[in-house]
């Protein structure tokens, strides 16, 4: 168990809703990142987030976006869903520390688009 | 950060060693090698890093050349739960606290 707690487990949403995914990061642990993994596919990096604000950002679109809480718990946000968001969202969890630390993944929130 | 290249799949005996290789010829001297495997429909487990020396856990062994180029990921007793895909991560300052990139990795499949 890595400690890295994400709700909900699988969730079933129309083209053009909303979404919100939740995340617990492991206690400790003051930075979050959000990641896609689409059926066959290794995980892809979506953003990073720290002391509430968003410190990185891969290539996604401005329909995702996310918050980070004074507790460290973070939400990922993906608005005007397509069928192509159809995947599984990880989270990631660690110590803001630039290089040698160990990030830990939840066990992700499945997501599909119909 | 630099790419690592590794084997589409392997197979490996119940019982017997497994041996993971990763090539990653770019790696620069700040760079860390970082493993995780991913069982079917679960999240990535951390399973090992290290950056110049061997190292050992409880779960596997991780032997990196002298010269930092490749290395190989040992998991001494593969056991069927250990059926999963391996990825080998090169990660360095550059990247964010959580950017790591994950290539197509390596399925392993170990048979009874």
């Known amino acids: 168990d890595a400690g890295v707690t994400q709700s909900p487990t699988h969730l079933i949403k129309t083209r053009g809703q909303q979404v919100t995914l939740r995340c617990s990061p492991k206690?400790?642990?003051?930075?979050v990142s959000w990641y896609q993994q689409a059926l066959g596919q290794g995980p892809q990096f979506i953003f990073q987030y720290y002391e509430e604000e968003e410190r990185q950002r891969g290539n996604f679109p401005d329909r995702f976006s996310g918050h980070q809480f004074p507790n460290y718990s973070s939400e990922l946000n993906v608005n005007a869903l397509l069928l192509g968001d159809s995947a599984l969202y990880l989270c990631a969890s660690s110590l803001l520390q630039t290089n040698g630390n160990t990030i830990y993944f939840g066990e992700g929130s499945w997501l599909t688009v119909v | 950060d630099a790419k690592t290249t590794q084997p589409t799949s392997m197979d490996c005996a119940e019982g017997r060693a497994a041996n993971l290789p990763c090539n990653h010829s770019?790696?620069?001297?700040?760079?860390?090698v970082y493993w995780y495997r991913q069982i079917h429909s679960q999240g990535p487990q951390y399973i090992i890093h290290?950056?110049?020396n061997n190292e050992t856990n409880e779960m596997a062994s991780l032997i990196i050349t002298e010269d930092r180029k490749s290395s190989t990921l040992i998991l001494p007793h593969a056991t069927l739960r250990d059926t999963a895909v391996y990825y080998c991560?090169?990660?360095?300052?550059?990247?964010?606290?959580?950017?790591?990139?994950f290539g197509t990795g390596t399925r392993l499949t170990v048979i009874p």
């Open positions: 770019t790696i620069s001297g700040n760079e860390y």
């Open positions: 991560i090169v990660r360095g300052p550059s990247t964010g606290a959580n950017n790591l990139f």
């Open positions: 206690s400790g642990h003051d930075t």
């Open positions: 290290g950056l110049k």
